[in-house]
């Protein structure tokens, strides 16, 4: 079994160090938001939808995503700061499942697809991706008879390119992930650390089992991660990503570097 205990007061001391750290980002991330973002009349999107998201690079705009909704359909245009549309996504879906994307650049009508195909059960079997009608990559996904997911085959082209596995403990919870090459050696893999159902911890290890490093994941109350850290093998911060709710809707995500300065964030509005 691959589940964390509770350490007493000096873990709790130190989650509520963590969480109090959060409460005071999440003042300032709101107070900068409010200066950066424009009100926006969302009447044109369904109740509780996103309508539009902020993108902010170092406290500067570079631009937002326009979403619509069509029948089965999300369509998301990324503008950039001056409102000029740099390219479209159309994402097509079959009843709850996701059926397909397509890319259009604005400048070079590039185009990029990707199709999706599921078995009776509802799980992913296949992702194919072309670039101007070209196979670029395909992923294959196999599962056990319990519907666990086991490998994972990544094609470049028709060539296999990389293997991944997953093991499972005896309550069922990935505890395993290993990357292999195509000539089956192993890349890297990583192990996954529990509380309660939440991954907590996931450490990493090279093909010679040297520990390469961790993320550390915070939950709020209501499960929805609040902040996922990356360390090196040195324990030192290499990248935090923190997310913020409002009534368990997604309005905010931020990237901090390892110096702990904000490099990107997105601002989410939905119509409320």
Known sequence: MH???????????????????????????????????TALDCSNTAYDQVCRTYIFENEKSIGYIDHRYPDKQHVKSYNNNRGQTQK??????????LK??????????????FSY?????????RIIKKNNGQLEKKTLFYYDSL???KSTEIFSGQQLDTLITY??????????????NAD???????????????????????SKNVFTGY??????????IKSAATYDHNEDLVTKVEYFYDSGRLIEKSVYDRHHQRIRHKVLLYND
């Open 184 to 206: 089956s050696a192993t890349i890297k893999y990583a192990i996954f650390q529990y509380f309660t159902n939440d991954v907590v911890k996931i450490s990493t290890y090279n």
């Open 100 to 113: 397909s994307q397509k890319i259009v650049s604005s400048l070079s009508q590039a185009s990029k697809t």
């Open 3 to 37: 589940k964390l205990k509770n350490h007493g007061v000096s873990g709790m001391t130190t989650l509520y160090s963590l969480w109090v750290y959060s409460f005071l980002f999440l003042i300032t991330l709101c107070s900068c938001a409010k200066d950066s973002v």
């Open 147 to 149: 519907l666990h997911l």
């Open 167 to 180: 093991e499972y403990d005896n309550s069922g919870d990935l505890w395993r992930k290993t990357y292999y």
């Open 117 to 125: 195909s599921y078995n009776d059960a509802g799980k992913m079997l």
């Open 215 to 224: 993320t550390l994941n915070l939950y709020n109350t209501y499960g929805l």
């Open 88 to 97: 479209t996504v159309h994402v097509f879906f079959n009843h709850q499942n």
